[in-house]
C-alpha cells in the first residue's frame, strides 16, 4: 500500500467510527475529538514511509505533533473528551427536523470535516513525492513562523480560558459577570485570534510542501483555502450566536478584526458609526 492508500484507509475508519459513534450516543462532536489526532498521523504516515529520513518530513510531522498535543490539551480541559457536546450542534439540530440533520451529520460534520483533515495534511504527500528536493533556509523560517503561531494560538486560547473560568466563578458565587464575553488580550486586535493563527499554521504547512514541489501553487492548496472558509464560515455562525446573548457584541464587531489581527477602532469611531447607522435608520 502506498501512504496515500493508508492515510485514505485511516480516513475512512475515522468516517465510519465518528457516524456509528454520532448515532449510538446521539452526540455529534466526535469529529471535533479526532480532529487534533488524525492529521497528525496523516503526517507521521508520510514520514513513516520515507523511512524518517527525509528532513522536511520529519520536520512537518514534528510540527503537527506540537499542533495536535496543545489542541488536545486545550480540548481535554474544556470537557471534550467528556461527553461535552460544542453546542452549535444543538442550535441546528433545534432549527431542523430530525432527518435533515442527520443527513448534515453524515455529509457535512462527518464526511466533509474528515475530508478536510484529509486535505490539510496532504502537503507532506507533496513533501513525499519531492523528497529528494534539498532543505534550505526559507524552510527554517516556515518552521519557526508555525511555532510562533503555535504560541498565538495557545495565548489567545488560555485568555479565553481565564475568562471563562472567571465569569464560571462569577455565577457559581451568585453574581452576574459584568462583561460577557473577552475582549482583552489578543482579543482587542481580532475577535477570534485563535483562528488567526490555526489557519496559518496550516497555511505555513502547505508553503513547507510547495516548496518541495518547486512551485508555490499546488494542488493541496484546496486544504488551506477550503479550510480558511470553513473558519469564516464557523465565525459567521458563533457570532450570531453571541449577539443574540449578547446585544453589545454588535459593538464590538464594530471595533475589532473578524479574524485577522488589527488594530481596533477608536471610541471615537465607533460612536460616529452608531450614530450614522441611526440616522440612516
Not at 520515507?50 to 503537527?64: E, G, K, Q, Y
Amino acid at each position: 500500500m502506498t501512504p496515500m492508500h493508508v492515510v485514505l484507509l485511516v480516513a475512512g475508519v475515522a468516517c465510519a467510527f465518528a457516524w456509528s459513534a454520532s448515532l449510538i450516543t446521539g452526540d455529534t462532536s466526535w469529529v471535533d475529538r479526532l480532529w487534533s489526532i488524525v492529521p497528525v498521523l496523516y503526517v507521521w504516515v508520510f514520514a513513516v514511509a520515507a523511512h524518517l529520513s527525509n528532513v522536511r518530513l520529519d520536520t512537518m510531522a514534528a510540527l503537527v505533533t506540537i499542533w495536535g498535543i496543545r489542541l488536545t490539551f486545550n480540548f481535554a480541559r474544556k470537557g471534550g473528551y467528556s461527553g461535552v457536546e460544542d453546542y452549535r450542534w444543538q442550535v441546528l439540530r433545534d432549527a431542523m427536523a430530525p432527518w435533515q440533520f442527520q443527513i448534515f451529520n453524515l455529509f457535512f460534520i462527518v464526511l466533509y470535516q474528515n475530508l478536510l483533515l484529509v486535505l490539510i495534511s496532504l502537503p507532506a504527500y507533496n513533501a513525499f513525492q519531492y523528497r529528494t528536493t534539498p532543505s534550505g533556509a526559507i524552510e527554517v523560517v516556515l518552521a519557526v513562523a508555525f511555532l510562533l503561531c503555535t504560541v498565538g494560538e495557545t495565548l489567545a486560547d488560555q485568555e479565553q480560558w481565564n475568562f471563562q473560568s472567571w465569569k464560571r466563578r462569577e455565577i457559581e458565587a451568585g453574581r452576574v459577570p459584568s462583561q460577557g464575553f473577552v475582549t482583552s488580550g489578543l482579543f482587542r486586535l481580532s475577535r477570534h485570534p485563535n483562528y488567526f493563527f490555526e489557519i496559518a499554521q496550516w497555511w505555513v504547512l502547505y508553503f513547507i510542501g510547495a516548496l518541495a514541489a518547486h512551485g508555490p501553487i499546488q494542488w493541496t492548496i484546496v486544504g488551506p483555502v477550503l479550510l480558511s472558509l470553513l473558519f469564516v464560515g464557523s465565525t459567521n455562525f458563533t457570532e450570531k450566536i453571541s449577539k443574540s446573548h449578547y446585544p453589545e457584541y454588535a459593538l464590538y464587531q464594530r471595533r475589532v478584526s473578524s479574524i485577522i489581527p488589527w488594530f481596533a477602532r477608536s471610541r471615537i469611531n465607533e460612536i460616529q458609526i452608531v450614530d450614522l447607522e441611526q440616522r440612516l435608520d
